[in-house]
Every structure is written in structure tokens, then in C-alpha cells.
């Protein structure tokens, strides 16, 4: 989510892309609106099918676009051993799809495990990021996962872009697994932790002032489906520390895709989930009522009904809008 002092048309999406200046007198917000039962994106909406409410009251749209903001992604690497087995086929299939991307979109690279390390800053020279991409697949680490340390630190990197218009995404090229993040598991596995490790309130509330959004492709490893197995038969496992969803959960406060994939489909898997970005709408207003500086707005975004009546093959019970849970003012 970002916030502008622009004053921008109610359909802009034939315009150029305006720029957004930093304030907190507009926001902007995200919407993925998909069919649940197939997957498929639904195209063609307009400012006016659309309704957005902040804290329970209806907010009047003066920006309305898809796919006209550029990305800044992060694409984030798991080093972690369950990874370890699939980590070339997810840095082959990142590599893929560069080209999908736009001239302007911007490409950052991680790793993480315990703590994120920079392979290399926003940038969009092509070329650069290949490079970085493959040293990310020759890392390797024996700490676990901290996720929510790994997302505290993330977000930083996110918020170094140097689109101020662009869409920020942090992309979790990842299994799916994390571990506790204690004194114990610090000692253990937590090598190049920090000594402070963020909770995961922490980090929440960091992504929520943020407006980065979460995204992930998941591909599960030979030894990732013999942890989740030692899961059910060994309840000891997890409270050695070995957990799922994390990243799945970070993405759905923030509305961004959540995509698996396995060998053979990295790089088709990733495309559908840029796809999913491109295919988002940007929904703007300027809000309607005054709340405290710090206070958490909650956000609902959902169809109008004359959207559905304009598209009767359309079942109620199978749209889905995803976007962002909140932000802070």
C-alpha cells in the first residue's frame, strides 16, 4: 500500500502512470479478484465494480489501474537443508522468467535461513540478476529458519527501492518450513542470527506499516515431505522446532499469492505468480474519516453487486478478492 497527494482521475487506466508522492492523505491498495474453483483471474473490472471500506465505512475511488505501477520484487532463497535438494531448480526457473518482467521493474536477491544476507540491490540490468541469482543457489548454510526475523529484515530491503511508485513484493522461494525462534534454537541452529531476534508481532506489525506485499512459490523437498511425516508420527518434532504456514499466513494479511510448484513446473509456476502480481487492480481513495497517527485501519474490498449482475456466469460463492487486511496511518 502506498499513500499520494496526487489528485488522479477516477479511471486512470488508460493514462500514464501517474507518480505517487509519500503522504498519508491517499492510499492505495492491491486487489487480486480470482475464481476460486479454477484459478483463473477475472479481467476487465472497473473502478465502479469495485467497493472499498476502511474501519466498516465506504470510501469513494479517485484512482483506479492494473498492471501500470511497476514491480520492485524481492526475490528471497531459502538455504535451509530441506531446500538444499530443490534449490537449483528454484533459482533456474527465477532466472527463466526475467523476462517476463517489464524494462522498469526492479530485481533484488536474497538468501536467508537464521538472517537474510544481500547477494544484490535493486537493480534492472538483467544480466546482474542472473548472476545473483546463481551465486543464491551456490550458498549454503546448517542454521534453520527464522522466519520472522528473515521477514523483519526483508521488509527493510523491500522498502530500499528505488521505484517510489513501484509495487513492493518480497517473493519467498522457499518449502514452506520454519522453526521456533528461541534461546534454544538460537543456540542450535541460529549460528548467524542476530542476538535480538523480532517476534512475529514485530514483523506483523512492520508489514502492516509497509505496504510490501508477501508472495511465495512453495516446492516441498524429498526430506521436506519426511519432516512433515515425522511431524504426525513424532509429535516431538515440533517441539524441536520444525513448523508450516508461516509465509503462507504473512501473505494473507497482505493479499499476495501463494503458489506451489514441484520439478517440473518451477518455472510455468513462477510466471502464473508474476502473472498474479500484473493481474492485480491498484484501487485509490482518499479517506473519508480521521483517525489518530498510528491507529491500524482495517480494510474490505469487495465486488459491487452490479459487478455481478454485469457478469451472471460469475457464482458469488466462487470470487475471491484478495488485498490487503489493514494499514497503519
Known amino acids: 500500500m502506498l499513500f ?5 482521475r477516477p479511471d486512470s487506466s488508460e493514462q500514464n502512470v501517474p507518480v505517487i508522492r509519500v ?10 479478484v480470482e475464481n476460486k474453483r479454477t484459478g483463473a483471474l477475472l479481467g476487465g473490472l472497473r473502478a465502479e465494480d469495485f467497493q472499498v471500506a476502511e474501519n466498516g465505512v465506504p470510501q469513494d475511488l479517485s484512482y483506479f489501474s492494473r498492471d501500470q505501477l511497476p514491480l520492485s520484487i524481492v526475490f528471497l532463497f531459502d538455504l535451509t537443508d530441506t531446500v538444499r535438494p530443490v534449490l537449483k531448480q528454484l533459482a533456474q526457473g527465477a532466472s527463466l522468467i526475467l523476462s517476463h518482467l517489464k524494462p522498469q521493474d526492479e530485481i ?15 537493480t534492472t540490468r538483467r544480466v546482474s540478476t ?19 526475523q528473515d521477514m523483519y529484515e526483508a521488509i527493510d530491503q523491500a522498502m530500499q527501492s528505488t521505484a517510489p511508485q513501484g509495487r513492493r513484493v518480497l517473493v519467498w522461494l522457499t518449502d514452506g518450513t520454519s522453526n521456533f525462534e528461541n534461546s534454544f534454537t538460537q543456540k542450535t541452529i541460529g549460528s548467524g542470527a542476530p542476538p535480538h531476534l523480532h517476534s512475529k508481532q514485530e514483523a506483523t506489525d512492520k508489514l502492516l506499516h ?21 511431524m504426525i508420527t513424532h ?8 513448523r508450516f504456514g508461516d509465509v503462507e499466513r504473512y501473505a494473507d494479511l497482505t493479499g499476495g499469492p501463494i503458489l506451489n510448484s514441484n520439478k517440473t513446473s518451477v518455472t510455468v509456476r513462477l510466471a502464473d505468480l ?21 491507529a491500524f485501519c482495517k480494510l474490505q474490498v469487495t465486488l459491487t453487486p452490479q459487478a455481478y449482475l454485469k457478469h451472471p456466469e460469475w457464482k458469488k460463492s466462487e470470487i475471491v478478492v484478495r488485498a490487503q487486511s489493514g494499514y497503519y496511518r
Not at 533484488?108 to 535493486?122: A, I, N, P, R
Open 274 to 294: 508474476l502473472d498474479d502480481l500484473r493481474g492485480r487492480y491498484t484501487l485509490g481513495y482518499k479517506p473519508q474519516t480521521s483517525a489518530p497517527e498510528g
Open 108 to 122: 533484488s536477491v536474497m538468501v536467508f535461513s537464521s538472517h537474510t544476507e544481500m547477494v544484490q540491490g535493486f
Open 235 to 242: 509429535p516431538a518434532a515440533i517441539s524441536a522446532g520444525a
Open 130 to 148: 542472473e548472476a545473483a541469482i546463481e551465486q543464491a543457489s551456490n550458498r549454503k548454510t546448517k542454521d534453520g529458519t527464522f522466519i520472522d
Open 210 to 230: 509497509s505496504g510490501v506485499v508477501v508472495a511465495g512459490l512453495i516446492q516441498r523437498s524429498t526430506e521436506t515431505d519426511a519432516l512433515a511425516a515425522a
Open 23 to 32: 503522504s498519508s492523505n491517499f492510499v492505495l491498495v492491491d486487489a487480486l
Open 4 to 8: 499520494g497527494q496526487q489528485s488522479p
